[in-house]
């Protein structure tokens, strides 16, 4: 089962965090929805990110543009190992033994303290996000044609 994550991959989030895909493998992130959640997360802030997205990568694009197609992707990966961090840590080994050799991973490390510093990356490249491109602005509805009643009719001055 593939797992549909926008803006990134699979691999760079696992490598954002420090893992491989024997610790969390494709299909298990494709049952955390993790795709999804980005998806809304996204969509809660910036609801014309494909637009950024697909603008930031013509041949043409600004380096503003560019920059926040950057920013946009960075985003994605953090927030993704800060998610694969806080739901996923008991799938991460963090003894490794071999029968002759033994290794400790994220020794003297909280991992709850580590996802907190990638949320805290993601939030900070939201912010730059949201500086960089703004809100996208909201339509507005105009009529063109009105009626009005005038209060005073100058031919019967009434």
């Not at 969509?43 to 637009?51: G, K, Q, Y």
């Not at 950057?70 to 799938?91: H, R, T, V």
């Not at 709850?112 to 730059?128: E, P, V, W, Y």
């Not at 909201?138 to 009719?153: G, L, Q, R």
Request: overall charge negative; charged content about 20%; hydrophobic content about 40%.
């Amino acid at each position: 089962m593939p797992c549909a994550l926008v803006y990134t991959t699979t691999d760079q989030v696992r490598s954002i965090a420090g893992i491989d895909e024997v610790d969390v493998t494709n299909e298990m992130m494709a049952h955390l929805n993790i795709g999804n959640e980005l998806l809304l997360d996204l969509s809660s802030f910036l609801p014309n990110h494909e637009a950024i997205y697909a603008t930031g990568n013509l041949s043409g694009a600004t380096q503003e543009e560019r920059n926040a197609t950057i920013a946009l992707s960075a985003f994605c990966k953090y927030w993704g190992a800060g998610f694969l961090l806080n739901y996923m840590q008991l799938s991460i080994p963090q003894l490794i033994r071999d029968g002759k050799n033994e290794l400790r991973r994220y020794e003297n490390l909280d991992l709850d303290k580590l996802a907190q510093k990638m949320i805290d990356r993601a939030n900070k490249l939201k912010d730059l996000l949201e500086e960089t491109v703004g809100t996208p602005p909201v339509a507005t509805v105009f009529s063109i044609m009105s009626s009005a009643a005038p209060a005073y009719d100058p031919v019967s001055n009434a």
